[in-house]
Every structure is written in structure tokens, then in C-alpha cells.
């Protein structure tokens, strides 16, 4: 069984930046995507980014030019550095993963950008 487990997230003003981290355990033979999503309060959620398991990155729009997606195949984690935050980036950001053809969930990290 693989876990997900999400980090970084916290209270950072408009404009600030802050750096995601989501780290999996568990046995694991074969990484594929992985990626980030968000959800805030009264909304459906949403996709962030994506990471190819070969490294290829896909923004959202809403993201775009102001996120990087990052990853780390030899410590099975996964990175979300944000820059020029602004207050609708508030969500609860969840890392998912594709490991062994199966697909896991973090349980979450809490982002709030302050205006």
C-alpha cells in the first residue's frame, strides 16, 4: 500500500511564494504521473499541474508562469513551487500519483493567501 503525505502548505501573503512537497510510502516498482490539485471552499477541484513519469510538466491556465512542477523519482516526492500567490490560489492542494497502475491520494495541505 502506498501513502501520500503533502507538506509546505500555510498562510503566505498575496504575492508571496511557497514550496509544496508530497512524499510517498510504501513499496513501490513502477512511477508514473503524478500531480497536484486544489479545491476551494464551494468549488469543484481542480487540476494544478502534472508531471510526466519522464519529467514532462502540464500547467493549468490559472497557474500558468507562476508555477513549477518538480519531482524526484529517487525519493518518490513530488514539488510545487508557486510564485505571485494571490488570494483565489486559496484551496486545500492534494498530490495524486500513478504508482504500479494504481492511483493514490494525499490527504491534503491547506494554502490561504492573504490579500
Do not use: H
Not at 507538506?7 to 501573503?13: D, I, K, P, R, T
Not at 494504481?102 to 490561504?112: I, R
Request: glycine share 14%; charged share 20%; hydrophobic share 35%.
Amino acid at each position: 500500500q502506498v501513502q501520500l503525505l503533502e507538506s509546505g502548505g500555510g498562510l503566505v501573503q498575496a504575492g508571496g511564494s511557497l514550496r509544496l512537497s508530497c512524499t510517498a510510502s510504501g513499496t513501490i516498482l513502477r512511477i508514473n504521473g503524478m500531480g497536484w490539485y486544489r479545491q476551494a471552499p464551494g468549488k469543484q477541484r481542480e487540476l494544478v499541474a502534472v508531471i510526466t513519469g519522464d519529467g514532462r510538466p502540464n500547467y493549468a491556465e490559472s497557474v500558468k508562469g507562476r508555477a513549477t512542477i518538480s519531482r524526484d523519482n529517487a525519493k518518490t516526492a513530488m514539488f510545487l513551487q508557486m510564485y505571485s500567490l494571490k488570494p483565489e490560489d486559496t484551496a486545500v492542494y492534494s498530490c495524486t500519483g500513478n504508482f504500479d497502475f494504481k492511483d493514490y491520494w494525499g490527504p491534503g495541505t491547506q494554502v490561504t493567501v492573504s490579500s
